[in-house]
């Protein structure tokens, strides 16, 4: 406070931490401009302990493995992107995930086209390790990680689907589901456009 006091210019972490402890809004403590009070249930913004992230935000940790939406493979990111991204916890709640087991994801391939593209990032649900209904899972089977929707036939055979219909249906019959692990349930999905 003392550097700013005397002319320095603060980095924008330090304009977060001000800003809350003081409860003054950014605009008015960084530029001089609009109120200085948050107005009362505002968007002010109030940072939570010791992790620097807004209120209401949590850290969600991005796995290093990109299940392949193609033939099936295993591939370790390289692009130097951010091993953690924040997202609001209550809207986290709202899709159908604890923040505790949400982990980020990069699909690969194009069998889930145009449901899942090649690079969109994805939010799983690690906590969910069984079939529980239709929906897309990421999965190791046959020694390959696979992101693929599940299908339960009433013969108790599982179908690995494709959305792309230029890949084929494959069947797990009842013998072979042991070998078949189910890593988590994809959430949301995002990529650009």
Do not use: C
């Not at 070998?179 to 994809?186: A, E, P, T």
């Amino acid at each position: 406070m003392r550097k700013y006091l005397l002319g320095s210019e603060p980095g924008l972490d330090n304009l977060l931490t001000m800003a809350g402890e003081l409860n003054v809004t950014l605009d008015w403590l960084a530029a001089g401009k609009g109120p200085m009070r948050p107005a009362a249930g505002g968007n002010a913004l109030t940072l939570s302990g010791d992790s620097g992230l807004p209120y209401g935000f949590v850290p969600v940790p991005k796995l290093d493995i990109r299940p392949s939406a193609g033939a099936g493979s295993v591939a370790v990111q390289e692009d130097g992107e951010a091993d953690i991204v924040a997202f609001k916890e209550d809207w986290l709640r709202r899709i159908g995930v604890s923040p505790k087991f949400a982990r980020l994801m990069v699909a690969q391939g194009d069998s889930m086209w145009d449901t899942i593209n090649d690079g969109d990032l994805m939010i799983v649900d690690i906590s969910v390790r069984d079939f529980v209904d239709e929906a897309v899972y990421v999965l190791a089977y046959g020694g390959l990680v696979r992101l693929k929707r599940l299908q339960m036939l009433r013969s108790g055979v599982l179908l690995l689907r494709s959305d792309n219909p230029k890949y084929q249906t494959e069947e797990v019959p009842p013998g072979e589901q042991p070998d078949l692990i189910i890593g988590g349930r994809v959430r949301w999905v995002g990529g650009s456009i």
